[in-house]
């Protein structure tokens, strides 16, 4: 039979410190959660010298405005960027080829909520040390860049992952 000693006995002081405890621990994890995911934005692409098929390059791409970062291709001529907090805007991506050391710049708009991912670099032979190559469609691109690229063929070669529609 439940009594009031009984009651009592249960709710020792011993047992509420417990209980007091770990209601603390509990929230403070829950909090920490809840603030500890600060939101990414992926910028990432490919490097390629050819454009119509993927033949990778080795780069080096930096972003120089507004923010400031670098990363380096992969094996397949991929890059990829995951910054933190951005706003939306058009960033200034600066792509070196490491065999030739030659440069393109490239402008490219970003949203801060779905980011960007699929930007196209292309690095051709034809290419001249020299010179600083600025994105498709400028007055200073040289003319085989003025071709628009087969990206559909492009990202099929890639075997990249489809993209989950939201």
Request: no cysteine; hydrophobic share 40%.
């Amino acid at each position: 039979m439940i009594s009031k000693t009984t009651i009592v006995g249960f709710f020792t002081k011993g047992k509420v410190i417990f209980a007091s405890i770990a209601a603390i621990i509990t929230f403070s994890i829950t909090l920490y959660n809840q603030f500890k995911a600060v939101p990414k934005t992926e910028i990432s692409g490919f490097v390629s010298a050819d454009r119509n098929t993927v033949v990778p390059v080795d780069a080096i791409v930096k972003i120089i405005s507004p923010i400031q970062s670098q990363t380096e291709t992969d094996a397949k001529g991929r890059f990829k960027f995951k910054l933190p907090n951005i706003q939306s805007d058009t960033f200034l991506l600066v792509i070196q080829n490491k065999k030739t050391n030659i440069e393109t710049k490239q402008n490219e708009y970003v949203d801060a909520s779905s980011g960007k991912t699929d930007i196209y670099v292309l690095f051709n032979s034809d290419q001249d040390m020299e010179k600083v190559y600025a994105p498709l469609g400028k007055s200073t691109t040289p003319a085989y860049a003025k071709r628009t690229p087969n990206v559909v063929r492009v990202l099929q070669q890639l075997h990249l992952p489809k993209r989950k529609s939201h």
